[in-house]
């Protein structure tokens, strides 16, 4: 693999295949550090003398100082040069990577006195002149190149895996194999060592299926065990998890052991923190054989494994996402069935499935945990975001609002809000903005029938300067202000029939035009409309358009009146009765029996609005610490209840056919007439806007009469 370069002065090969290093002429430089290269088994090769005053090279080109003919290895791999008083390795963008001491060099490195540099399948300690006594016949096995024996094409880079200082592992712990990659995993296997794995094939295939369906860490290592002891011929065997210290690294000291089977009926002890180190180290599976145990790694005495009579041992480590998380460790105690080279790669197939399932395993208990936390959240903003949307009553009906409202909010559908005037609306599209994806994003509300058909356009879509008189500035439109949110339209049944063609261009996701301009406008709204109205008559009546009629009615929810709610009314006047007290600095502390009675024996026309101005003007005179009957006002339309249902009877009490038109208008002119013809105080009675009750005479040509 090794070849020297064609330098002078470098070293030249002896009989053995090693390079001498010859001496240099000590006004050219002087040798303050070598690179010993390690062969395939452990043992010292060829040493480089490194020195001062330019850096040495090491590639597969000649041109390089140390050259190396491993496909791996780039032309122009890296460099060792001293800096002042560090030597440096430096990476000069090799493909596969420097490493050192399994950390992956990206620039440079700084290297100390017997670090491991591996280059491609090839790997050199550095030794600093002076700094140790050892010579390279003392070099032992604690470097060495990867275990499987044909490098250029099995190599694989190494993950970094951080687990403290390189031990010294010593030269009789008797370890025979190592693998860092198992045979099973392979993309190119010869046709005989195909048909050698296949039984282990077909095990890690019932294995892998087993595996599948487990739900917990144990489940896992009680599989994986489970299918070691069915393929392999092992007497003690265990699953640990390493602990996680504060640093961040794993330690085994408290390692926690997951599974464990037993053949022999012996007590399980963990192999020495030789073999443990060397897993752990170069993150790869180890087999010993002939078993002496050296430094315990519990603090169990020394000949503890002795005692088991072991006489093999495999040490595997469970990799996820590059970094070792547990051990599996197998025992024989027999000489007649010793663990081999085929059982170690059947064990670290074993063990990188497991660390494949356990990463999924942790992912899906951390997604469980996050569910679980996250529905905790949205149940309690879900109760807050209820407790805050003034949408009070616990009536069945108000009950199955609410939730409507919650499960309709996230789905981002258009919504139509249907019920009496003054029920509570907007409070419900409030609640559905606030329980969608659009929440922190504006909520814009307008109502269709407070404005004429010109101002209700420019409101709706803007204008540009100079549209028209007035027009002085540029105005953005609702839609605009509402982009990425909410529009709630209150009273859409009194838009016009030319503001509905254009509302619905909008809604079907077309751009549109300012009043006076021609650049295009594109905007992402929700849309929640509401309507007092019978919306299926005005179709019918050809006041509203049909194909935006079902445009809005994706979603329909409807609001009961106060009136078939009654058991809400009492909740309702004790929230206005604490939250008007604190606005207006009043000590008030409820309500009487007497005041209950009065509020929930009345028909409630104006529904909710009219209930809290009604408790608003009964804090405001109330002269005791409670609200009581005397304190409620109430308004006169409750003696025309009985007027309002005989407007369709005759005077001898007989039925007479009319139609809600026909009803609405009688209903109109009583009232006007009841306040001589005050319309302010007509349209607050009827619990409508001046400006639609002015729009109701119109269409009923309607004129106060003369005297």
């Given amino acids: 693999m090794f070849s020297k370069s064609s330098r002078p002065g470098r070293s030249s090969r002896n009989e053995a295949g090693f390079f001498d290093v010859m001496s240099i002429p000590q006004q050219q430089t002087t040798s303050l550090a070598r690179l010993i290269v390690c062969d395939e088994g452990g043992a010292a090769g060829p040493v480089y003398e490194l020195g001062p005053g330019r850096p040495t090279t090491i590639g597969r080109l000649p041109s390089n100082d140390i050259v190396i003919d491993d496909d791996s290895c780039s032309r122009q791999h890296c460099e060792v040069v001293l800096d002042g008083e560090e030597w440096m390795l430096r990476d000069l963008g090799s493909r596969n990577g420097t490493y050192v001491d399994n950390q992956r060099v990206t620039k440079e490195w700084a290297l100390i006195h017997r670090q491991v540099i591996r280059i491609g399948s090839a790997s050199f300690r550095f030794v600093i002149d002076g700094g140790t006594t050892r010579g390279r016949e003392e070099f032992d096995t604690a470097v060495s190149l990867e275990t499987h024996r044909d490098f250029r094409n099995d190599h694989t880079p190494v993950p970094q895996v951080a687990f403290g200082s390189d031990p010294e592992i010593e030269s009789d712990s008797n370890i025979v194999h190592r693998a860092k990659e198992s045979h099973y995993l392979m993309d190119t296997l010869s046709e005989e060592r195909s048909r050698e794995l296949a039984e282990g094939l077909g095990h890690l295939h019932r294995m892998a299926l087993r595996t599948a369906a487990c739900q917990s860490l144990p489940d896992l290592a009680d599989t994986a065990l489970d299918g070691l002891f069915d393929a392999l011929e092992v007497d003690i065997g265990a699953v640990l998890l390493l602990a996680e210290t504060a640093t961040g690294s794993k330690s085994v000291r408290n390692a926690q052991r997951m599974a464990y089977r037993n053949r022999v009926a012996l007590e399980y002890e963990q192999i020495s923190g030789t073999i443990t180190d060397a897993t752990l180290l170069r993150n790869e599976a180890v087999l010993a054989e002939d078993w002496r145990s050296s430094t315990p790694l519990d603090g169990a005495d020394s000949d503890s494994l002795d005692e088991m009579e072991v006489r093999s041992v495999i040490c595997a480590p469970i990799r996820c996402q590059d970094k070792i998380c547990g051990l599996i460790h197998l025992y024989t105690t027999r000489t007649d069935a010793l663990l081999d080279q085929d059982d170690l790669h059947f064990t670290l197939a074993v063990a990188d499935h497991c660390g494949t399932v356990f990463g999924l395993l942790e992912e899906r208990l951390k997604l469980k945990s996050n ?335 003369t005297q």
């Fill in 371 to 705: 569910l679980e936390q996250q529905q905790q959240k949205y149940d309690s903003l879900r109760k807050q975001l209820i407790e805050n949307s003034q949408l009070v009553g616990e009536s069945p009906s108000m009950q199955a609002l609410r939730d409507q409202a919650m499960r309709v909010g996230p789905t981002g559908a258009t919504v139509l809000v249907r019920g009496e005037s003054g029920v509570g609306k907007e409070l419900v599209a409030r609640l559905i903005h606030h329980s969608s994806e659009r929440a922190d994003k504006p909520l814009v509300c307008m109502n269709c029938a407070a404005l004429t058909e010109s101002l209700l356009e420019s409101e709706l879509f803007g204008h540009e300067k100079g549209a028209f008189t007035g027009a002085t500035e540029k105005k953005i439109g609702k839609f605009e202000q509402a982009d990425q949110g909410t529009l709630f339209l209150d009273e859409v049944g009194e838009m016009s029939l030319s503001i509905q063609a254009k509302f619905l261009r909008v809604l079907e996701g077309h751009p549109f035009e300012r009043v006076g301009g021609s650049s295009p406008v594109n905007v992402n709204v929700r849309v929640i409309a509401a309507t007092n109205r019978h919306l299926e008559d005005a179709v019918n009546a050809g006041q509203f358009r049909q194909d935006l009629y079902f445009r809005l009615h994706v979603v329909q929810v409807s609001i009961d009146p106060l009136r078939d709610r009654r058991g809400d009314i009492p909740i309702l006047a004790k929230h206005f009765v604490s939250r008007f007290s604190d606005s207006s600095g009043r000590a008030i502390q409820g309500m009487t029996p007497a005041a209950i009675e009065v509020l929930t024996s009345y028909h409630w026309p104006g529904n909710v609005r009219e209930l809290q101005n009604t408790i608003e003007r009964a804090v405001i005179l109330c002269q005791g610490d409670r609200v009581d009957a005397c304190d409620i006002q109430l308004s006169s339309l409750e003696s025309g209840r009985t007027a309002t249902r005989g407007y369709a009877i005759t005077e001898q009490g007989q039925y007479r056919e009319m139609t809600i038109d026909a009803l609405e208008q009688a209903h109109i002119l009583a009232t006007l007439s009841y306040t001589e013809w005050n319309k302010t105080r007509a349209a607050q009675i009827l619990a409508i806007e001046r400006s639609t009750l002015d729009r109701k005479l119109k269409r009923y040509k309607v004129s106060r009469p």
